[in-house]
């Protein structure tokens, strides 16, 4: 990675910075990430849509290299403070939006160095669909579970060149990010995760060879997964399910735990959609800041 760079291109874009007359398309991208909402996400619940001002944080865009590629992040943390643990935030489909951007900030203000990567930068940009249905097949579907995870290191090699402290490393995932979760709990480098409203099973493709459910029994960090008991694309016994690989794996496995919100459905904590339900939203977030500070992870 380059550090230098990095810095130089994170202050630029800093209220009052000035960015180069000759910026790439990939500063313009970094420029607009975490502003505004996703088109497949609109109307906006204005009325509820939370926002979490960035007085006395380090936030805003920033890049850093994986294989070659600048992948785009939002990052907030505590302004003058090295040694904040690390959270890495997992978009929904709809790529790293303001609501993504405002949840980091929301994570930096309890004091953590926390990272959105935009985890679909070299397939496409979400923002610009308005079908969702488009956007999963156009987009989503194309991006590789093992990209993903490289780029989740990758930001967490990232944090650490700004200061954050890695070896207190959590993952907090929303919908298509509630699966990686479980998958990066799996695999990385992270002290605990939780997942809100990720699917469990699915069928095995090439870009998407196993499922939370087929890792559940490896998991190498505990996951709280917060889901919704109105949720139609995630049915109960799919969680079952999910519960069964995990009695039977690792200690990590055996301390997962569940928490179903039994009139909520899909998307409860985003607070800009007609699906955010405010006592639901409002107890998980308060639930994975506990789980966190239970593992290690602030």
Not at 129 to 148: F, G, H, N, R
Request: with cysteine.
């Amino acid at each position: 990675m380059h550090t230098d760079d990095l810095r130089a291109d994170f202050d630029s874009l800093l209220p009052g910075r000035s960015t180069d007359s000759g910026a790439s398309r990939r500063t313009a991208l970094k420029v607009a990430l975490g502003a505004g909402y996703a088109a497949a996400a609109l109307p906006i619940a204005a009325q509820t849509a939370i926002s979490t001002a960035s007085e006395g944080l380090r936030a805003g865009p920033v890049t850093y290299r994986v294989a070659g590629f600048d992948v785009p992040a939002y990052m907030a943390a505590p302004e003058n403070r090295t040694g904040a643990p690390v959270m890495l935030v997992i978009q929904e489909i709809f790529g790293v939006h303001e609501y993504i951007a405002d949840v980091c900030r929301r994570f930096a203000r309890a004091g953590y160095f926390a990272i959105a990567p935009e985890l679909f930068a070299r397939q496409g940009d979400p923002k610009g669909y308005t079908d969702i249905a488009k956007l999963q097949s156009e987009l989503v579907s194309k991006v590789p579970d093992a990209q993903v995870m490289a780029d989740l290191d990758g930001a967490l090699q990232y944090a650490a060149s700004q200061g954050g402290d890695v070896s207190r490393a959590g993952i907090n995932g929303f919908c298509w990010g509630g699966r990686i979760v479980w998958l990066y709990a799996a695999q990385g480098p992270v002290k605990a995760g939780v997942a809100w409203y990720g699917r469990l099973v699915g069928n095995a493709t090439a870009n998407t060879p196993r499922h939370p459910v087929d890792v559940a029994a490896g998991l190498r960090a505990p996951v709280l997964g917060l889901y919704g008991g109105q949720d139609s694309g995630i049915p109960l016994d799919t969680i079952d399910k999910m519960k069964s690989s995990l009695a039977d794996g690792t200690p990590a496995a055996k301390a997962s735990q569940f928490v179903v919100y039994p009139e909520a459905g899909h998307a409860f904590h985003a607070d800009y959609r007609p699906s955010y339900r405010k006592a639901a939203a409002e107890d998980g977030w308060a639930r994975a800041l506990a789980w966190f500070a239970s593992h290690g992870v602030a």
